[in-house]
Every structure is written in structure tokens, then in C-alpha cells.
């Protein structure tokens, strides 16, 4: 099972699809498994992922075999360049001029937002919680 991908990940994969890198792998393949678990669940599925094995889901093998730069898997091609091998993460951002997003998270404004109740009856000892007092405390 894949772990959750990070958000720098995600974006990522968003960029080499954008940018029209691809992933030549074939499902079979130790080591596209291992790129693809360097991105983790959610940016896997969006990268620029093509089947080169014939009885592979979603096949491309006809691309594969027709694009003289793929000689094995995994091979990245980024900016009309092929790159064989498992490539580390740094590696393809540089390769494919890809720099993080440097915006901060949303500040949250709390203006709007309903204070919590307080008193004797929300601590968590209260003898009363649960028994229908303390019901609107959060």
C-alpha cells in the first residue's frame, strides 16, 4: 500500500504531466514500481504514466516500441530528452524546471467563527458529560 503523497509531490506530478513529460514503465517492473512509490498514492495517479507491456492495463506497447529513446523501463522523457533509470525526485524537478510552490497555506480568518462554550460542565471529569448537559461543547 502506498502512503499518502505529500503535497509537494502531488504538484509534481501535476507539473510533468503538464508540461507533457512521460513515464514509459511497464507493470511488471521492479523498479517503475519503486518511482512510482517515491510519489506515493494520490501523485501517482496523476502522472504521466504509459504501459509499455503488451497485456498491460491500458497498453501503449505500439508508443513504447515506435519511440526510439525508451530502451528499458522506467525511462523519463522531459523536454524532448529520454532518461533511463529510477530517477530520484530532485532530479526530475530539475530536469523538468519544476520549483516547489512557495505560497503560503491560506490564513484562516476567525472572525466568523463561534466561539466554544466553556464552564464546569465541558471539563472532562464533569460527572454531567454525557448526560445531556455540555451537549453544545465542542
Known amino acids: 500500500m502506498q ?11 501535476q ?7 512521460k513515464f514509459f514503465g ?3 517492473c521492479r523498479f517503475c514500481g519503486q518511482q512510482r512509490e ?10 504521466p504514466y504509459v504501459e509499455c507491456a503488451s497485456d498491460g492495463y491500458n497498453t501503449a506497447a505500439s508508443v513504447c516500441g515506435a519511440t526510439p529513446g525508451v530502451k528499458g523501463y522506467p525511462t523519463w522523457q522531459i523536454g524532448g530528452q529520454f532518461y533511463g533509470g529510477l530517477r ?7 530536469l523538468s524546471g ?13 472572525a466568523d467563527v463561534t466561539p466554544l462554550r466553556m464552564g464546569d460542565d465541558c471539563k472532562l471529569d464533569s460527572p454531567s458529560k454525557g448526560k445531556g448537559k455540555g451537549e453544545d461543547c465542542s
Open 3 to 13: 502512503a499518502t503523497s505529500t503535497r509537494e509531490q502531488l504538484l509534481l506530478a
Open 15 to 21: 507539473h510533468l504531466q503538464k508540461t507533457g513529460a
Open 26 to 28: 511497464a507493470y511488471w
Open 38 to 47: 517515491m510519489f506515493g498514492a494520490d501523485a501517482t495517479r496523476a502522472l
Open 88 to 94: 530520484s525526485l530532485d532530479e526530475l524537478a530539475r
Open 98 to 110: 519544476f520549483t516547489a510552490a512557495s505560497e503560503p497555506e491560506p490564513a484562516v480568518d476567525f
